[in-house]
């Protein structure tokens, strides 16, 4: 079974405005963190944004936020008022097991995300 | 600062042929991953060291490739020989320490062509 699903291949936004993009995640484990990860056509992985499992808040980073809901096991990151250079692959990545285990990421099939002027 | 720092960039052999690629993690983070990345998915991780010790090489196919970190430092990741399924991006990322919550920091990785 997949544990981390991004369902939507590729989205379309306009500038300006904002956008949701997908993520659910399958895990038994309690103790577990989600991330996201922004891709540009340069290849590297950029890290945007972290939640971890107890935490009781959505995270936010400017203008990252991301929409935790547990018992739905979603995930999903929105970015507000969309600009041209937010245009990249997103990844959603979830780390399993606890504190100081360290573990891999395990990472979504990603979304591109295209935002138009 | 710099950031994780990897070489060549890009890299196209001959299948059969060895090929190695080159990480050298932030200064100070004594975690390092290497992931292969193929077109269109997400990255995939082959091997985790903490310091010079490989804690995590489950998924690292050990009949043809090999990864080394000698100080704890700088690592190298071979492949010998190389198949036509190889091609991909390897992709190296480092962290302060093992600790869940800390991020990994991504090289730009190197695009490996196998012809």
């Known amino acids: 079974a997949q544990k981390i699903t991004q369902t939507q291949p590729g989205m379309f936004v306009q500038e300006k405005e904002a956008v949701t993009l997908d993520c659910t995640y399958d895990?038994?484990?309690?103790?577990?963190?989600l991330f996201w990860y922004k891709q540009p056509s340069s290849g590297e992985m950029i890290f945007l944004i972290y939640?971890?499992?107890?935490?009781?808040q959505n995270a936010t980073e400017g203008r990252y936020s991301l929409n935790f809901q547990k018992a739905r096991k979603s995930a999903n990151l929105v970015i507000s008022a969309s600009q041209l250079g937010d245009s990249a692959m997103y990844f959603c990545?979830?780390?399993?097991?606890?504190?100081?285990?360290?573990?891999?990421?395990?990472f979504g099939q990603g979304t591109e995300l295209s935002v138009k002027p | 600062e710099a950031g994780v720092v990897q070489s060549p960039r890009y890299k196209i052999i001959e299948k059969k042929q060895p090929v190695a690629f080159w990480c050298n993690p932030i200064s100070g983070h004594n975690t390092l991953y290497w992931y292969r990345q193929n077109l269109g998915q997400g990255p995939e991780l082959l091997i985790r060291y903490e310091n010079e010790e490989a804690v995590d090489d489950s998924q690292l196919p050990k009949d043809r490739f090999s990864a080394e970190r000698l100080k704890g430092v700088d690592s190298t990741l071979k492949i010998q020989p190389a198949e036509l399924g190889d091609s991909a991006v390897y992709l190296c990322a480092s962290s302060p320490g093992p600790s869940w919550g800390n991020e990994q920091f991504f090289g730009p990785g190197t695009r490996l062509t196998v012809l």
């Open positions: 895990t038994s484990d309690p103790s577990y963190g």
């Open positions: 939640q971890g499992s107890y935490d009781q």
């Open positions: 990545a979830m780390r399993e097991g606890s504190y100081n285990q360290g573990g891999k990421l395990i």
